[in-house]
């Protein structure tokens, strides 16, 4: 890791240099806390690289989760961010954000308050991007609360720990699963780097990883999304098996629904496309019809 974020007067408005966000978390006490899974950023050059990947002088708003001591924050309004929210649940980071706010005045604002009760919609804007180190026992969380709202959203780019991130972009094997299926139906999902753990203060004990999703103009495949939700979970529930026997809490006769969705009763979960994922559930539905 480098040293504390230089600031970049140029584009602050205002000659005084920011703070170094050392300066900043000892100022401010923040020790960091773990139920709120607080493992803060310092490398400028990470940042500024989360931040790029993010393109934020694309959509009309950010929206940053958990912000922290503000390096990301710093990141984004430096690359160009016309406006960011940044909704952090702890109050000591709220007050250590509010000189950076002073400093971008009309382009930060800080939210106290917890990211899981923050509803997307009260942004009143439909080119939202989503950027985040998030806390990570929230984040597959926020994750799905986010895909509820996908057409008000442009981007998202977020770290997760490696293993949430492979099991997101995954397209087959082990770690696919149904949060694979619903991400990739709604959006493309990229996997962009990993991030070591020596990256953060203090280090986590995981890998993380940037991934970036972009949401799809039209679904990937027409689906009813509860029925979708209710094939993924039936098939994966049982990934070793084949379908034809994965599939018998859901259905009766599983080998007619495979039939109906033109998919081999030999096939596993793992094996099958989101396509096909799709397929099933639009042939469960018409199935179900009296
Ligand atoms: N963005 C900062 C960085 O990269 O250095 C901090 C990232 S740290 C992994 C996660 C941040 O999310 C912490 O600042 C923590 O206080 C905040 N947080 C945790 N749970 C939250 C929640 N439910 N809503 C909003 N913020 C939350």
Known sequence: MTGPTAPREAD???D??????????????LQPRRALGQHFLLDPSLCGRIAREAQPGSPAVILEVGPGPGGLTRALLAEGAARIVAVE??????????ELAARYPNRLEIVEGDALAFDIATLGCTRIGIVANLPYNVGTRLLLRWLERVERIES?????????????TATGGRDYGGLSVRAQWLCTCERLFDVSPRAFVPPPGVVSTVIRLVPRATRLAPADPDALDAVTRAAFGQRRKMLRRALRGLTPDPQALLERAGISPEAR???LSVAEFCALARAWLALRKP
């Open 12 to 14: 602050a408005g205002c």
């Open 16 to 29: 005084a240099p920011l703070p170094p966000l050392s300066a900043v978390i000892a100022r401010h006490d």
């Open 89 to 98: 649940k702890d109050r000591r980071c709220v007050a250590a954000l509010g």
């Open 156 to 168: 998202m780019t977020l770290m997760f720990q490696k293993e949430v991130a492979a099991r997101i």
């Open 269 to 271: 979960a793992e094996t």
